[in-house]
């Protein structure tokens, strides 16, 4: 029974998700599903990426949270347009989640869409929410265990960005094994070390979103 | 339809979760469950806090992760009873897991059951397992924004332990702003702060888990 309606409630949620990417297609939106344990960085990261890219590219955030709208606001302060999802009890997105709130956004102003799950290592991983990629944090003071702990989320992400690069003189934290450790789980995840705090490595993942954009011709200019 | 399953789900939880308790206070253990983000110390915390206790009080461990028995393998090497529970997908223990591996302990030998929960900081809140008192941690790297963010665990636990207080001078983790946004969910949430890394403040921590056990004539010797 269990297993059962945890599958249905997976394939509808799917099916959402599809839809939601279809949307963003004819939008000629890029969407960046982002994901991490709580405290692990995102919306710092987020701040200072809007801020390095909003020039060039024309960013829309989606910020979801059990509670409160703090992280919203932060966002905001950035001007660019940005959209509150409390979930109230729920641990993690869902197709439709983003699908309720699209209608709030400028989808046709937009070229990179990036969506800030809930915090959490697990849920957000299974549910689609209609992303072109998954991109996870992981904080160097979270600890080198958790690619073997929580597999799934390393095994659906494109990218592994390792946070909090600065404190790494304090911790314990090895970094080789974490990239051992995540490549065994997923051959293909890109991995970039940075600290949004300090800002060092900011520009190798700002590249890496400019690159994900080039080839539906957005650096230039948004075309559809 | 989604509201009443969840309704009935966390009720069949609360049964059998009352009936743990039972069993559990039939063979006379105080039980911890302990819970926390990601990568907040819980493993790191359990080895010295029964290497600190193992001595005077009787220690038995259950081990919840998603993959992995990494953490029972380090709790097996202080020497005392433990048990891992691999949830597979599931992001938190329930009544029932526990339930399930029950027979696995030597309960009428063990004082102090500590059940070490699934790292996430939503919904292990939401499932009791048959405790006396849900324990959570939070880190200092996490970011002092947690408590209004997460507001359940930590209306639902009885002491807060502030973590990895070694790395506060590289963080603007505001300790005052933690406890005040804590109480204000939770006017009765007990504070700490230790680093169970160096093991500032671990003695407070070890006597507040005495005085638990105090009541019951557990430090003088198992009585029932």
């Not at 297993?3 to 939008?27: G, T």
């Not at 829309?60 to 932060?74: N, P």
Request: hydrophobic fraction near 40%.
């Amino acid at each position: 029974m269990k297993v059962r309606l945890v599958k249905n409630i997976l394939e509808v949620n799917d099916r959402i998700a599809r839809e939601n990417r279809m949307i963003f297609d004819q939008n000629g939106i890029f969407v960046i599903n982002m994901m991490s344990a709580p405290g692990a960085g995102k919306t710092t990261l987020l701040e200072k990426t809007i801020n390095a890219l909003k020039d060039r590219i024309s960013i829309g955030v989606i910020e979801g949270d059990i509670a409160t709208t703090r992280d919203a606001e932060k966002i905001e302060a950035t001007g660019v347009p940005v959209v509150q999802i409390n979930t109230g009890s729920a641990c993690h997105l869902d197709g439709n989640m983003i699908r309720g709130i699209m209608d709030d956004l400028p989808l046709s102003e937009i070229e990179l869409l990036i969506i800030e799950n809930v915090g959490n290592l697990v849920c957000p991983a299974e549910f689609n929410v209609g992303e072109n990629a998954k991109v996870m944090l992981l904080s160097a003071t979270e600890g080198d265990d958790k690619p073997l702990k929580y597999p799934l989320m390393f095994s659906e992400a494109s990218l592994l960005l390792i946070n909090k690069i600065d404190l790494l003189p304090y911790t314990n934290f090895d970094t080789a094994k974490v990239k051992k450790d995540s490549h065994s789980i997923n051959p293909n995840l890109e991995i970039l070390e940075l600290s949004a705090k300090t800002g060092k490595g900011m520009e190798q993942w700002c590249n890496w979103l400019e690159q994900k954009l080039v080839p539906l011709g957005y650096i230039a200019g948004k075309t559809l």
